[in-house]
């Protein structure tokens, strides 16, 4: 009696651990690697910023009304950032079955439209998205590279002005970047901001 | 030309009472919701006009609201501030009757986690108090028909 209870419990257990969402990055933690396509038809791999001090990954699209709010302070933090060993990464998760303005296409469109500086990656299986626990479009990983390790030093939104970049008065990327930079602790190291959910498959 | 403006007057104090107005507030408005000592079951659903599924899943709040007379639907509405005109003309097409109002807080990080610490930040997402009991629920995506029924119970 007691052993089927025990391995019933041990099956529930098991259902919950795979119906449950996948384990997701929290800060200190080591990013496994992963390799996505590229705009320009390329693939990019994490492992291949070897030289960086770090990357700023940002989990983004085309479509969402805060991912185009964002869209020109995405491509500064690139600007000030790339050259001081913090380049951009961005990466769209969004199914084009559900958004088609997210289709590898578009998002070829909108880099070229935009000059993106930085590649902007398709997720199509949203394996990364999910490892990552990303939640949102514009959503930010910064990740610090240590040894041969990325570690996630900062999760969160950009700044806490969705609206109006000038009106920001905390701009927790550029902080946490700064911090980094500096060798000082991070001022905020997680924050929560609203956003387009990610258009997930089979939901 | 008097009577021709009290006409005028008249015609425009009627359209205004058939829009739907949008209330803007702050996050204190939005607490004391969270916070009402009622009988009724507060529901309380985030959505944006720019956001397809929380659109999608609008009218089971609607009917909700219209249907039981224990609960309150609140719908809160995260576009911006500047948008209240394009938020009410929406609301009018859709002829919503249910309580809207426009959440002008910008600054996130202030006020998320007292809506609930579980929340991630993304929308649709509805949260539902029962405040005889206090018992809550907290769902962050899009509700499918029946399933707000299922929730209701659950704080019963």
Redesign the interface.
């Known amino acids: 009696m007691k052993k089927t209870k025990l391995s019933a419990l041990l099956a529930l257990s098991l259902v919950l651990l795979f119906a449950g969402r996948a384990p997701k990055y929290e800060i200190g933690d080591s990013v496994t690697d992963f390799k996505l396509k590229n705009v320009d038809g390329k693939m990019v791999a994490l492992s291949d910023y070897k030289s960086a001090k770090g990357v700023i990954v940002i989990f983004d699209c085309n479509t969402c009304p805060y991912s185009k709010a964002y869209n020109e302070r995405i491509q500064t933090l690139n600007k000030n950032y790339a050259s001081k060993g913090f380049p951009v990464i961005a990466i769209n998760a969004n199914s084009p079955e559900l958004s088609p303005g997210d289709s590898f296409e578009e998002m070829k469109a909108v880099a070229k439209k935009k000059n993106y500086e930085f590649p902007y990656l398709i997720d199509e299986t949203q394996q990364v998205a999910k490892s990552f626990g990303a939640s949102n479009t514009p959503h930010v990983f910064v990740l610090q590279h240590v040894g041969s390790d990325f570690k996630v030093a900062y999760i969160g939104a950009i700044d806490n002005n969705t609206r109006d970049a000038a009106a920001a008065d905390k701009k927790y990327v550029e902080e946490a970047v700064d911090a980094l930079l500096a060798g000082k602790a991070i001022p905020t190291e997680k924050t929560k901001a609203i956003g387009c959910g990610i258009k997930w498959k089979n939901v | 030309m008097r009577k021709i403006a009290l006409i005028v007057f008249v015609f425009f104090c009627a359209c205004q009472v058939r829009a739907q107005q949008v209330e803007v507030v702050k996050f204190d408005r939005l607490q004391n919701v969270i916070d009402s000592k009622t009988d009724k079951i507060q529901v309380i659903n985030f959505w944006?006009t720019?956001?397809a599924?929380c659109v999608k899943e609008l009218p089971l709040f609607e009917k909700l609201n219209a249907d039981k007379k224990d609960v309150k639907v609140t719908l809160i509405n995260?576009d911006?501030a500047d948008k209240e005109k394009k938020v009410e003309s929406f609301l009018s097409k859709k002829k919503m009757t249910t309580e809207v109002l426009l959440l002008d807080e910008?600054?996130?990080?202030t006020w998320?986690?007292k809506v609930d610490q579980s929340?991630?930040?993304?929308?649709?997402a509805t949260l539902i108090i029962n405040p005889k009991n206090g018992k809550r629920k907290f769902i962050?995506?899009e509700l499918q028909e029946g399933e707000l029924q299922k929730l209701l119970a659950e704080v019963e």
């Open positions: 944006a720019w956001c599924p995260l911006f910008i600054d996130y990080n998320i986690d929340w991630g930040g993304a929308i649709p962050e995506r």
